[in-house]
């Protein structure tokens, strides 16, 4: 069944040039580790916890699957739970092999090729799903890290706070702009064009009603990653105060949107190390945490993703 949401090959040379600034990213950050310090506490880790991490991160493709059926209801669509389950799954597969989160144009070809649905109308919900995603992990990244830092609030924690939210204003602003203002008055805009943001206009206007459960999916979503990463602290014996764990799990999250990589690479593995160098966290023990937590919610996608993709090439 996967085959039929499968473009029918892969941008080989945007993927070799998103491995090799992954690759430079990469090199750049782990030529700081201790190597025999950080392997001491990875040997350490209990495989049984490192799975219910994985379970607790792979539980949030469903709810995001939820989430975007729900929003669909804008547009009078109503989807298979488990097929909206596949495309989110293989949307982040694409979105690890490729930067600036390219893989939910696949997301919005895949409900295309299977649906009919327009792409323009794909992406109109999907950058309403990216405003509520932003809205939440700013809000509660800004939140968590003010109630672990108490009045001691890095100042670059408070600066990427309001660079969040100045992003969020900017997002609701254009969808706000979109969805009231007619184009056809322009006079040169393209037919095709002005079809285009027809549909995008149609996946903006979400009913009141849905709020609720968006909002919900999209907590409830946030809440298993930060589970995932507890599970990982567990699995080397650690236990961390909640309100760190909370924060570093949207502080990474929100540096996946780095468009350089894929997935943020680099930049998510420098952040989480800098926010436990802020915490005072032991360098090797930063180091383990971050690996385990990258291979739940990264690297595993990139294996399980491409031997789905194998499978039905």
């Known amino acids: 069944m996967a085959k039929e949401f499968l473009p029918k090959k892969l941008p080989k040379a945007k993927i070799a040039v998103s491995i090799l600034a992954a690759a430079l990213a990469l090199y750049i950050v782990f030529s700081k580790m201790d190597f025999q310090k950080t392997w001491e506490v990875l040997s350490g880790a209990s495989i049984p916890l490192l799975l219910a991490a994985l379970i607790m991160h792979y539980a949030t493709i469903p709810i995001r699957a939820l989430r975007w059926n729900c929003l669909m209801k804008a547009i009078k669509f109503k989807g298979s739970l488990k097929e909206l389950t596949l495309i989110i799954f293989l949307t982040q597969f ?27 109308k794909s992406l109109g919900i999907i950058f309403i799903e990216r405003i509520f995603d932003l809205l939440v992990l700013v809000l509660l990244a800004f939140f968590s890290g003010w109630l672990f830092f108490s009045k001691d609030v890095p100042r670059i924690v408070s600066y990427s706070a309001i660079f969040g939210l100045a992003i969020i204003a900017c997002g609701i602003i254009a969808a706000i702009i979109i969805k009231n203002f007619d184009f056809r008055r322009l006079g040169f805009i393209p037919k095709k064009m ?35 990463l507890y599970f990982v602290l567990l699995s080397l014996g650690v236990r961390m105060d909640f309100w760190l764990i909370v924060f570093v799990t949207f502080a990474s999250s929100l540096l996946t949107a780095v ?27 930063a180091f383990s945490t971050m690996l385990l937590f990258r291979i739940v919610a990264f690297w595993s996608h990139i294996l399980l993703g491409y031997i789905v993709y194998l499978a039905n090439e």
Do not use: C, Q
Request: aromatic share 12%.
């Open 94 to 120: 694409f979105n690890s092999i490729l930067p600036a989160k390219l893989g939910e144009l696949y997301r919005a070809y895949g409900a295309k090729k299977r649906y009919g649905i327009e792409i323009s």
């Open 259 to 285: 468009p350089i990589t894929p997935a943020g690479v680099g930049a998510v593995e420098a952040g989480i190390l800098g926010i436990f160098a802020l915490a005072g966290i032991e360098s090797a023990l």
């Open 194 to 228: 002005l079809g285009f943001i027809g549909h995008f206009k149609d996946a903006l206007r979400l009913p009141a009603h849905l709020l609720l459960p968006v909002t919900s999916y999209s907590m409830l979503n946030w809440f298993l990653e930060v589970i995932s």
